[in-house]
Each structure stands twice: as structure tokens, then as C-alpha cells.
């Protein structure tokens, strides 16, 4: 994958094919799901963008706050 993640942001998973495609851990060791990464997203908790390489679409975050 070469596409530029954001400044401040790491890569958390990816969707490709439509699979998801997790990349990181939550503290208490489960893979970060899609719907969990949109929960936060709508609770404000994380920042996400969407960065297309090709014909994935790698989801990039960042804590708020």
C-alpha cells in the first residue's frame, strides 16, 4: 500500500472486496472491527479518514481528545 496516510492518523484497517481488514488492537487485545471503528466515529471518540489506494479503502484514525 503507497497511498499517504494524514498527519497524526494510523492505519486501522482496510476494506478491500468488501472485507474488512483489521490492522490494530484494542487494549484489551481484540482486532478492531468496522462497526466498532464507526461506534466511535459517531461517539466522537476517534477522527477518521478514508484514504483509496487503488481499490482498497485503508481507514486511518486518530484519538480525539
Known sequence: MSAAIP???????????????PMVKTRSG????QQML????????????????GDTAIYCAKRIG
Open 7 to 21: 498527519a497524526g492518523y494510523r492505519k486501522v484497517g482496510a476494506l478491500k472486496g468488501g472485507h474488512w481488514f
Open 30 to 33: 481484540e482486532h478492531v472491527s
Open 38 to 53: 464507526n461506534t466511535w466515529r459517531s461517539l466522537r471518540k476517534w477522527d477518521v479518514k478514508i484514504v483509496n489506494d
